[in-house]
């Protein structure tokens, strides 16, 4: 008998992680008679005078929104992380902590309350891309913060809590653990192979075709071969760039053109506004050059089967491995031809 | 300035699994426009003829369940795992899979549809540690199993398809991704102190009290340290137990009291069925003694400040690390009061 990944349960290696994930094709077949979730609304006004991320609207701690035109950055009146958090550590035997500071910054992508990145310009979705590249370079550049994740919680069923165009800036001192893993790994790799990882694993992909979603002159989308999310994807520059600080301009307006084409792919395919977290990981910015790193985008969006029913991440995936039915060469088949 | 870990953004280290969690404490003041949650249907009936987990009803496959009185186990109608899965591996560069065989099943609690573990006798969980143990010995018994993966989803909001009491065993040749880090930290920790890491974890945290849940003679419910869920627990045994297959007669009937303590606890504390995944680590099936390995409970529950608004782990949790909110001192103040 041999291998037949369409058809036998098998686990895939995340070389970007460490981790694997367990596919099960054949699990498609499953009645689903679980929880449906709501669709999202729509016929949303262009502004609306409740949301405090519309233009000229008061925000939770008083402050007036100005009269933006485009993208508008602010420090999260409910930040996660307290910029003067002392450094010191706790440590007791198996009870280990430090302080963690930084800054949680919100981006609005528009002034516009009714539209999405799939429904935005490609000349909007570039300012959107000036202020990823814009707040890396000054969050970066201090000497408190090491990494500066940049990602956005799209729908209701991701915890999003206004429907206003939005994402989050994070910055903080340590590197979060799925950063701490993807530099560990590029590293080594870097080390044993002397290319960097997500290059050669571009390289392979472009070869094969059967992942690829779609393409442009600087960036390329596909379903990774150890994908977790039914419909998970990356964004993969052409050339070696390590974060939003080396963008050339032809990139920005590459990576703006590729957030359009993903973000309609995905509002096609079960015809609804589609939910997701997405973010950027790129090089940490602690002042070192990491050769290491290429940046790159992950999609993870929830949905299985339909606008109603997801996928859950639980017991089996909480406790042992992320399970997938799915394969991710379906899933690139089906976001290629919508 | 100094941490106070109830009042400044910190982060806190999982001797487990060798990762971190991002804490903010003072971000529960935070208002909550988000999604609400609907709260489980009530009133259900005893039996349900449409139910096929009930007695004496049929199956996806067909099959009719027996009369059963207590428990019943039978194989997964639409397992995750096959079986015949061939071990063969694939591997091309960065692509790198191998087919993983295994087995999946399904345990019912209890005939009564309408019951939870929160609600059983516990002489009648004894019958489902029972059956735990059972099954730990028969899959772990066999040459292709490398570990037993006992668990539950409960609710409807942690993908959980029916509310008939019942939980899973997926059973695999291959150790998941959080079984190896749970292995490796733990004998790392064996060669580097003498004693396994558990143990000396519980008694610190005896010694400290304040993540204590509650008692009995033979396991400690507590909120570790590290806790990434708002109300996130563990049951530990007080002994060196490395799996279900070296319990005492004594410690069936303990651990059945800790699990209806905890899960009334979680019951009264939004006054709704409280949903969850929880589940067992427990040494490897693969032959070797394992004298670093205690086995636990992990209780991972969603729900964050009321029976409708749940703790959603997105954008930074997804491509950063964990976050929370609550600390697992106060959480554990509020289970231990309730
Ligand atoms: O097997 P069930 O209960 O239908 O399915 C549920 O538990 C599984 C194991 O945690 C998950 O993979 C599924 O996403 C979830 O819906
Ligand atoms: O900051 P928001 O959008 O209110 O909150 C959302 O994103 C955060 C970062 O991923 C999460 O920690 C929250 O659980 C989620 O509800």
Redo the contacts with the bound molecule.
């Keep these: 008998m041999t291998l037949d990944l369409s058809e036998t349960s098998h686990r895939r290696f995340n070389p970007l992680t460490g981790e694997w994930v367990l596919i099960s094709p054949h699990r498609m077949k ?1 009645p ?1 008679q ?1 929880k449906r979730e709501s669709t999202p609304a729509t016929g949303l006004p262009a502004h609306d005078p409740d949301c405090y991320l519309c233009a000229g609207n008061l925000r939770a701690n008083g402050a007036k929104n100005p009269d933006y035109r485009h993208t508008f950055v602010f420090d999260n009146d409910f930040a996660a992380l307290s910029a003067d958090a002392p450094g010191e550590r706790v440590e007791d035997g198996l009870i280990r902590a430090e302080g963690e500071s930084g800054v949680c910054r919100v981006l609005c992508f528009s002034p516009r309350h009714d539209l999405t990145l799939a429904m935005m310009e490609i000349s909007d979705i570039e300012r959107v891309v000036d202020a990823w590249v814009e707040e890396t370079i000054n969050l970066g550049g201090r000497p408190d913060i090491g990494a500066v994740q940049i990602f956005e919680n799209r729908g209701e069923i991701m915890g999003c809590s206004n429907p206003h165009p939005h994402g989050q800036i994070w910055a903080t001192k340590n590197l979060p653990n799925e950063m701490e893993k993807e530099t560990h790994r590029q590293a080594q790799y870097l080390l044993d192979h002397g290319r960097p990882l997500l290059l050669d694993y571009l390289a392979q992909e472009l070869r094969l075709g059967e992942r690829i979603v779609s393409e442009n002159a600087h960036f390329v989308t596909l379903a990774p071969f150890w994908a977790i999310w039914p419909f998970e994807t990356m964004i993969l520059p052409r050339r070696r760039i390590g974060g939003f600080d080396e963008f050339s301009p032809e990139e920005k307006t590459a990576l703006a053109a590729a957030l359009s084409d993903l973000t309609r792919r995905y509002d096609r395919l079960f015809d609804v506004s589609f939910p997701y977290s997405m973010g950027f990981h790129q090089k940490p910015t602690d002042g070192a050059v990491h050769a290491e790193w290429q940046m790159h985008a992950h999609f993870y969006p929830p949905l ?1 089967r339909s606008a109603t029913v997801k ?10 491995s992320p ?1 997938r ?1 799915l394969t991710p060469e379906q899933a690139a088949a089906r976001l290629r031809e919508v």
Tied chains: 1, 2.
């Design positions: 499953r689903w679980g299985l996928k859950f991440m639980v017991g089996f995936e909480m406790l042992g399970q039915d």
